[in-house]
């Protein structure tokens, strides 16, 4: 599966953004697809993940309640619709696919295939 993010920007506080992840080589309908950040310096933490069936998705307290994941099998692609954006959400954004069970979900150990970095800056 090949993965390819886009969508991110630089934006000021409090505004919103939307990231994608469009999937080749594979349907995400078979995959727990994730959205994964990672800051300069720091480690790559967990941001958000919807199942394979699509009726479960999973959250970051972080972000709980301001980013919404969802996905199109149409279209193959993987959205994370981020509101009320913060300084602190500032980080390269990837997606992943992968078959984790779900008390693995937030691993990023847990996902086989990863999309390149789509960059997220947000002023104060």
């Known amino acids: 599966v090949q993965l390819q993010a886009s969508g991110g920007g630089l934006v000021q506080a409090g505004d919103s953004l939307r990231l994608s992840c469009a999937a080749s080589?594979?349907?995400?309908?078979?995959?727990?697809m994730g959205w994964f950040r990672q800051a300069p310096g720091k480690e790559r933490e967990f941001v958000a993940a919807v199942g394979w069936s699509g009726g479960s998705t999973y959250y970051a307290d972080s972000v709980k309640g301001r980013f919404t994941i969802s996905r199109d099998v149409v279209k193959n692609t993987v959205y994370l619709q981020m509101n009320s954006l913060k300084p602190e959400d500032t980080s390269a954004y990837y997606c992943a696919a992968g078959r984790p069970i779900t008390v693995a979900i937030r691993r990023s150990t847990s996902y086989a295939y990863w999309g390149q970095g789509t960059l997220v800056t947000v002023s104060s």
């Open positions: 080589g594979g349907t995400i309908s078979k995959y727990t």
